[in-house]
């Protein structure tokens, strides 16, 4: 516990509390000492639920996997507030966003040739490490970008809790710009209506404003949400005449197949598909087809400390913060265990993201 006393911040003990998720649906506290060095002092105030989390609080990973992991804190999207910073990068007030990447041991800042994100020996906070379910976070400060909100407009502020999937976004726009194949990338299928597809679109809209974007998605009320595309379809009313020239697969699941099928029938030849969405089963593609086009395949998963620093600059755009603003429902204050439990059964009903405040 870290209280504030003349502006300066003295430790009381050195006990942290981490909020684990021990088995599907039971969450015990866990009391931890904390490793103050050269470490910045982080308070969460923001979090929000993302799929995975979901998938290990019902159990619906398998078994082996849930062994193997648990127990352990989840989230990794959160947003916080510095309480102390012993490397003196921020001050103590600075609203930030946590990075849930936790670097290599031989990491090397000098070396492009391999993101961070798919570094071996890199982890990820919330899959086999503590999220950020904790009472306070001692983290690296290149773990954290700071951001500017609006302090009378508290929901300016909680938007930036759900930075870590806008950076898996806008690290999936960057690598199709680095590795498109025909040179054209003025006409852009998404397939998914979904938190990836929305946002992936919406970055697309952003970084590449005069591409023709188009969307194919299963709910039409999801698809009412692309008011910025110029194309939308249901998966089920493709025209047989749709072409394009590159595309973003953001399904997931069991609709993989069907996505990324539909866009190998339908993607012009030499064009790059980045594939976003994660699936427990494996996937049939129809590869002659692949090769007869000569398609460009890139797999994007997670995202890294300049895909934040971007998304947070995307994000502090008013016209973008207001569309994101869309995709979420506050899911209030989390004070208790119990509404822990209540936010993870309220995700169930939500049609994009939910944010809630973390007061514990």
């Known amino acids: 516990m870290i209280i504030k006393s003349r502006n300066r911040f003295w430790r009381l003990n050195l006990i942290n509390c981490i909020y684990q998720l021990t088995s599907p649906g039971k969450i015990n506290l866990k009391f931890e000492n904390i490793n103050f060095n050269n470490k ?36 990794h999207e959160c947003s916080g507030v510095v309480l102390q910073d012993n490397s003196n990068k921020f001050l103590p007030g600075t609203k930030v966003v946590l990075i849930p990447n936790i670097l290599a041991k031989n990491h090397d800042d000098n070396n492009k040739n ?26 690296d400060n290149n773990r954290l970008v700071a951001f500017d909100y609006d302090s009378d407009c508290e929901i300016n502020n909680y938007i930036f809790a759900i930075t870590e999937l806008v950076s898996v976004a806008v690290h999936s726009v960057k690598r199709f710009l680095k590795n498109i194949s025909n040179n054209k990338n ?34 039409e009320e999801k698809l009412a949400n692309f008011s910025f595309a110029n194309k939308i379809f249901l998966d089920s009313e493709i025209p047989k005449n ?11 699941n069991t609709g993989s197949y069907f996505a990324i099928n539909n866009i190998i029938n339908h993607i012009n030849p030499q064009g790059t598909v ?18 007869e086009k000569g398609l460009k395949f890139i797999g994007c998963s997670r995202s890294g400390y300049e895909d934040f620093l971007d998304s947070v600059k995307i994000m502090q755009d008013k016209k973008i913060s207001k569309r994101i603003l869309n995709l979420i ?31 514990l």
């Open 40 to 75: 910045v002092i982080v308070r969460p105030e923001y979090m929000s639920i993302c799929h995975a989390d979901q998938r290990y609080y019902r159990g619906k990973r398998p078994a082996k996997i849930l062994k193997k992991k648990l127990p352990m804190a989840l989230i």
């Open 114 to 139: 391999i993101y961070e994100n798919y570094e071996k020996g890199s982890k990820f906070r919330s899959s086999g490490v503590d999220g950020f379910m904790q009472e306070i976070i001692a983290i």
């Open 186 to 219: 003025n006409k852009i299928a998404v397939f998914g209506d979904g938190n990836v597809g929305f946002l992936t679109a919406l970055v697309l809209r952003k970084i590449i404003p005069d591409s023709e974007i188009i969307i194919i998605g299963r709910h």
């Open 242 to 252: 749709l072409e394009f020239n590159h595309a973003f697969e953001c399904t997931g």
């Open 274 to 291: 980045i594939l976003m969405g994660v699936s427990e089963e494996k996937i049939l593609i129809n590869t002659r087809n692949i090769l």
């Open 329 to 359: 429902t506050f899911g209030g204050n989390i004070n208790s265990i119990s509404d822990i439990h209540r936010v993870f059964d309220e995700v169930l009903h939500v049609p994009f993201k939910l944010v809630f405040k973390w007061n």
